[in-house]
Every structure is written in C-alpha cells, then in structure tokens.
C-alpha cells in the first residue's frame, strides 16, 4: 500500500534562511508524488510534482524537491525563506490507479523575521 | 477556467437542520473528490467520483452523509440530519487523471450549532 510520512510536523525558520521539508514515501511500484500548500483559511494548491521525468522538479513560488528512491524521500526544499511561505505543507502519493491521492499529516512551516 | 467552485463559502446551521454543500468541478475532470478538514483529524477524504460514477465512499461517516454528481458539472454532498461534530471545512476537488494532482475548491465553512 502507497504511504507518505512527514518526519516534522512543525518546522520553524528565519526569514532569509532555507527551508528543508522532509517526507518520506511507501510505494510498491513507481509512484507520482506531490506537495500542496494551504495558507490559513485558504484551500490546498500544487506546488509541485513528480512523474517518474526528471528527479529534481522545480514548483512554485521557487519550491523545489528531489525524488530519491534510494531514500524513498520526496523533501521539499528552498533557498530563502520569504514570510509568505508560512503555510501547511503537505506531500502526497497517488492511490495505485484509483486516482485516488494520498495526503500526509502535514508540515506546518513558521518564518520568522 | 475559473477552477473548481464550491457553494457556499460558509455555512450556519442548527442542529438537525439539512445541509446540502455544491461543487462545479473543472470541465473535462473526470475525478471528483470530497474531502473534510478538521484539526483533530486533518484531511479526510469522505467519497469520490470517476465519470460521475461514485467509485470509493468508505469515508462517509456515517448513513446522514450522502453525495451525488448527476452530470459532469456539479455534485453535492448532503447532511441530514446535521451535528456539531460536523463543523468543518469541507473541499472539493477535481482531478484529469491519477498523475495529475488535484484542484481544490475554496472549502465550506459548516458550523453547525
């Protein structure tokens, strides 16, 4: 069965710095991943995703994450962090071929000034 | 497109009253999802739709639940009656196909009280 895991449920960071969002995956055969963004009191938007082209897939709003299936990790990364970016992360697998997606915990990212 | 519309933006309700949440999915989606976001249980995904056709519905709570989607362009998911325990935001999403990710809709507020 297809599974994410987000390793941190809270991560917190200043303004200016990286921002490295981890996400470990459980798939029985070549997944599709994804990260959704949902900004308080706002619904969930793809920033990214992964379908088995190339390892390193660069989203929105200078987002960035590397497939590696040695690690089976997904991590969501970027090089500075912006105010804006304070938000509820999730990484998501698809369902085999059912269509069907399935979400993460979440990762709720904090930017301080 | 105008991307997926759900109706209304908020809901307030009594309890027992009979809630009935709208969604207009993106046109040539042929997936539909409702899912239910609250922050004891996060995001649940309650039933979804391939080509108007309900394929998985094992996350409907429970029988005062109910969803349809008589054409291509509109579903709704239904309360009755309605409790408490129900206030949540509730997303709709449309999907191309499984490695496409989905769009959501803004959400419904429900507060039933």
């Known amino acids: 069965a297809q599974s994410v895991t987000q390793l941190d449920s809270h991560v917190s960071v200043s303004e200016g710095t990286p921002v490295l969002l981890r996400c470990n995956y459980s798939?029985?055969?070549?997944?599709?991943l994804f990260w959704y963004v949902q900004h308080p009191n706002k619904g969930l938007q793809l920033l990214l995703k992964y379908t088995s082209a190339a390892t390193l897939v660069k989203g929105i709003n200078g987002f960035e994450a590397e497939f590696k299936k040695s690690e089976t990790s997904f991590h969501l990364t970027k090089p500075s962090a912006h105010m804006s970016d304070a938000a509820e992360y999730f990484c998501v697998v698809n369902s085999g071929n059912t269509g069907k997606l399935i979400f993460g915990q979440g990762t709720t990212l904090q930017v301080k000034p | 497109d105008a991307g997926v519309i759900q109706s209304p933006r908020h809901e307030v309700t009594e309890m027992g009253q009979e809630v009935t949440l709208r969604c207009k999915p993106i046109?040539?989606?042929?997936?539909l999802f409702w899912y239910r976001q609250t922050m004891m249980r996060g995001l649940e995904l309650l039933i979804y739709f391939n080509n108007n056709v309900p394929i998985d519905d094992s996350g409907m709570p429970e029988d005062r639940f109910s969803a349809k989607m008589p054409n291509a362009s509109f579903s709704t998911l239904k309360i009755q009656p309605s409790e408490p325990r129900d206030s949540a935001v509730y997303f709709c999403?449309?999907?191309?196909?499984?490695?496409?990710?989905?769009?959501f809709g803004s959400g419904t507020r429900l507060t039933v009280v």
């Open positions: 999403a449309s999907s191309p196909g499984r490695d496409w990710g989905y769009t």
């Open positions: 798939s029985s055969y070549s997944p599709s």
């Open positions: 046109s040539g989606h042929d997936y």
